[in-house]
């Protein structure tokens, strides 16, 4: 099973970046899917989080700029990230929570990562 993150990039602060992040693989169901974020020297926190049922969290820092969504189809999650801040600048990741078997067990796959930088 395999993750791909793609989106990142350099914004100035009040624009918009759109992440993906495509989980591939003998994949026979995924649960929850979600983005991590990690700034420099600090600790990996959680961004935002959707069930299969497309029920949604969000930490406050984010909460009415972020929006997720997932495509069950393409295996695919997504973060709609508005109003960006200086402060959400941060390595990205997402996380997907599979089970490669039914009745399996579900372990969290991670991808690679995605630099978000918003500077002016």
């Known amino acids: 099973v395999q993750l791909q993150a793609s989106g990142g990039g350099l914004v100035q602060p009040g624009g918009s970046l759109r992440l993906s992040c495509a989980a591939s693989?003998?994949?026979?169901?995924?649960?929850?899917m979600g983005w991590y974020r990690q700034a420099p020297g600090k600790q990996r926190e959680l961004v935002a989080d959707?069930?299969?049922?497309?029920?949604?969290y969000y930490d406050d820092s984010v909460k009415g700029r972020f929006t997720i969504s997932r495509d069950n189809v393409k295996n695919t999650v997504y973060l709609q990230m508005d109003g960006l801040k200086p402060e959400d600048t941060a390595v990205y990741y997402c996380?997907?929570?599979?089970?490669?078997?039914?009745?399996?067990?579900?372990?969290?796959?991670w991808g690679q990562g995605t630099l978000v930088t918003v500077s002016s």
């Open positions: 959707i069930t299969s049922g497309g029920r949604s």
């Open positions: 693989g003998s994949i026979f169901s995924i649960n929850g």
């Open positions: 996380v997907a929570r599979i089970s490669t078997s039914r009745g399996g067990t579900i372990w969290n796959y």
